[in-house]
């Protein structure tokens, strides 16, 4: 049984960070920036900017392009950082207006479930424990009212 072929453009909901293509003719209308409030790597920049550029505009996927990720295993942010974002950035951008409240709220639970599970045999080149230290503290950060994307630079 075959699929039937997919459709040469389709649209998307957001645009997804290594593979992420825009006309940069409708970022300068905009005046659109990444949000400097989201430090380092940045967990969701790719989303939160693609959710802007949107308004302007459709946001699609492009069936028969091809990307190639030059991505490394080595230099990423730390897993306590990365962890504190993981939950930080969501809720900021819930607040924000890009994110809906009910997929951060998902994406912070795949995120912690799967750095738990993953802890008990983490991969050699991801600090599975570190992020679930990170995900804790900005769940503590969140209940006290004191959450920040930027809390992430003093970890």
């Not at 990444?34 to 380092?40: A, C, K, N, S």
Request: glycine share 10%; aromatic share 10%; net charge positive.
């Amino acid at each position: 049984m075959t699929r039937p072929p997919l459709p040469a453009i389709q649209a998307a909901w957001n645009g997804y960070g290594c593979n992420m293509a825009y006309r940069l003719s409708s970022i300068a209308s905009a005046e659109l920036r990444f949000d400097e409030r989201l430090p380092l790597y940045a967990w969701y920049e790719d989303i939160d900017f693609s959710r802007q550029l949107g308004r302007q505009g459709r946001i699609v996927r492009v069936n028969g392009a091809k990307g190639i990720h030059l991505g490394s295993k080595s230099g990423r942010t730390p897993g306590r950082k990365l962890g504190y974002s993981q939950v930080a950035n969501p809720l900021y951008l819930s607040r924000k207006g890009t994110f809906p409240l009910d997929h951060a709220l998902r994406s912070i639970g795949r995120n912690m479930a799967m750095n738990t599970i993953r802890s008990l045999w983490p991969e050699p080149y991801i600090d599975r424990r570190g992020r679930i230290i990170g995900n804790w503290l900005a769940i503590r950060d969140a209940i006290l009212g004191r959450i920040s994307p930027e809390k992430m630079l003093t970890l």
